[in-house]
């Protein structure tokens, strides 16, 4: 691809629009990213070149806004990402909540196709496996993500061969999926009756969710500001019931952006504890 088609004006100018739209820092050499999850938008929409696309989008064309918004914010997921907050959860954690008189409520933000959220859901199921009498009072497990095409596929719950194969346990697989059409695997209906999952912009406010005993906002944070962090992990922090858990990515921290947690160490790995008001 030639600069005439996507010169560093129009990066600059589509990476402006993409902070604006959902706080996503794309910085100075992004280009290659841009390029790639671009380029079938434009050829779909027959386009002249990126740079024409772009003009369409920061011109306010909703249905090309929206479109660049899908492309740019639909990452790589995994099943049991890094293996140590659920590992967490089932050792450690659920059992502070396990007795409790109120339905237990976990928040998967930015969850993309359901993995971190169905990859919580199948922990408690394990959980609950030796201990038949826990969580009485239900649970609750809401994954959100700005992404329509994401949040449809995690509600229909179907997985291909490529999907299961990252880093799904064979055991798990056993246990919690049935076939599907065309060689994919449906989780069963005991997974999906703990899920709930609906659009939220990070950028937006989160009170229309109500409080949580644990929330998941891994490997998101990465992709923003440190003004915008601080805006997210404020927001979050309000969400929290005193003594909630926050788990972040294994390459994140709080440092600098918030003095609302504590940090627990495990072995292995750590997560934040909100700090009582």
Same mark, same amino acid.
């Given at each position: ?6 010169? /560093? ?21 992004? *280009? ?21 696309? #772009?003009? =369409? ?7 090309? @806004? ?5 492309? &740019? ?5 995994? !099943? ?13 954690? $659920?059992?502070?909540?396990?007795? %409790? +008189?109120?339905?237990?409520?976990? !928040? ?6 359901? /993995? ?5 859901? &199948? ?5 609950? %496996? ?19 095409? &994401? ?9 291909? @061969? &490529? +999907? ?25 209906? /005991? ?8 659009? #939220? ?6 009170? =229309?969710?109500? %409080?949580?005993?644990? #929330? ?12 915008? %962090?601080? *805006?997210?992990?404020?927001?979050? +922090? ?7 858990? $926050? ?7 709080? =440092? ?20 009582? $008001?």
């Amino acid at each position: 691809m030639t600069e005439k088609e996507f010169d /560093q004006q129009h990066y600059v100018s589509f990476s402006y629009f993409l902070e604006r739209a959902c706080g996503i820092v794309l910085g100075e050499n992004k *280009q290659y990213l841009v390029r790639s999850r671009l380029t079938p938008l434009v050829k779909q929409g027959h386009f002249a070149s990126i740079n024409t696309y #772009i003009d =369409s989008v920061v011109k306010g064309n909703r249905q090309h @806004q929206a479109a660049a918004i899908e492309a &740019m914010t639909t990452n790589e997921t995994m !099943w049991f990402r890094d293996d140590y907050p659920f590992k967490l959860l089932e050792k450690n954690i $659920l059992s502070q909540f396990s007795s %409790k +008189a109120k339905p237990l409520r976990i !928040w998967s933000s930015a969850c993309s196709s359901g /993995q971190e959220a169905n990859s919580i859901a &199948m922990t408690i199921l394990n959980f609950k %496996k030796q201990q038949a009498n826990s969580f009485r009072a239900g649970i609750e497990i809401l994954g959100t993500d700005i992404s329509e095409e &994401m949040l449809q596929r995690c509600r229909l719950g179907e997985y291909d @061969q &490529m +999907a299961i194969s990252r880093g799904l346990p064979e055991q798990f697989k056993k246990d919690y999926f049935e076939p599907a059409d065309h060689g994919k695997l449906r989780l069963k209906s /005991q997974v999906k009756a703990l899920t709930n999952f609906k659009s #939220i912009n990070l950028l937006d406010s989160y009170s =229309s969710l109500g %409080k949580f005993e644990i #929330i998941f906002c891994r490997n998101v944070l990465i992709y923003f500001s440190n003004e915008v %962090k601080k *805006q997210i992990l404020q927001k979050i +922090a309000a969400c929290l019931q005193d003594d909630g858990i $926050l788990f972040l990515g294994a390459s994140e921290s709080l =440092s600098g952006l918030s003095d609302k947690f504590t940090m627990v160490r495990c072995n292995p790995g750590l997560y934040y504890l909100k700090k009582p $008001l």
